[in-house]
């Protein structure tokens, strides 16, 4: 299903950082997509679709799903702009979360420590990317990548139902638009 065009700050933002993550190579080669479009099916808005039977997904949803990245919104703010000295001028900003979801490498899964450095490697890369086209026209022109914990893998007893995952979220701050 195509989206709606984003209209105002709060959709464009999001739509923007969906769009530099897609533009991603490192994102794309995680994703196995030859392009941003191909990347972008892969990139959810606010969170992934729904399991087909309600409650939770099921081994082969999962691996249809993954790798995947959802962004949310954590926080936004507006606010009159004083150093425009006029109400009619706003600042805009937040902080949006990209959640990255993907399977641990079954080449990996009994060495922790290359398993994590490979997802580390992903993540770092996705970062430079973004740092790497921060501002770009048709992108979001942020101001601070923050990643505040360890990536998550697990839970272990749900390996059997779900596979060996690895989360992450990263938090993009702007402010600006």
Known sequence: MTLATPTGSYATARANLAAMLAASSTFQEWVGADDATEAAAHIHLSAAPGPENGECYSKIELDALLPMAVVWTKAFL?????????LAAYARGSDLVVELVGQVDPATETVPAECGRLFDNVVG??????E??????????WRQIAIA????RGPIQEIP????LWRLQMVVSWMGL
Do not use: C
């Not at 606010?79 to 425009?84: F, G, H, L, Y």
């Not at 139902?161 to 060996?164: E, F, H, L, N, S």
């Open 78 to 86: 507006t606010r009159p702009d004083s150093a425009v000295g006029s």
């Open 149 to 152: 914990e360890e990536p998550e």
């Open 161 to 164: 139902t779900r596979g060996d």
């Open 132 to 141: 790497a086209s921060n501002g770009t026209p048709g992108f979001l022109a």
């Open 125 to 130: 890369g996705i970062v430079g990317d973004l």
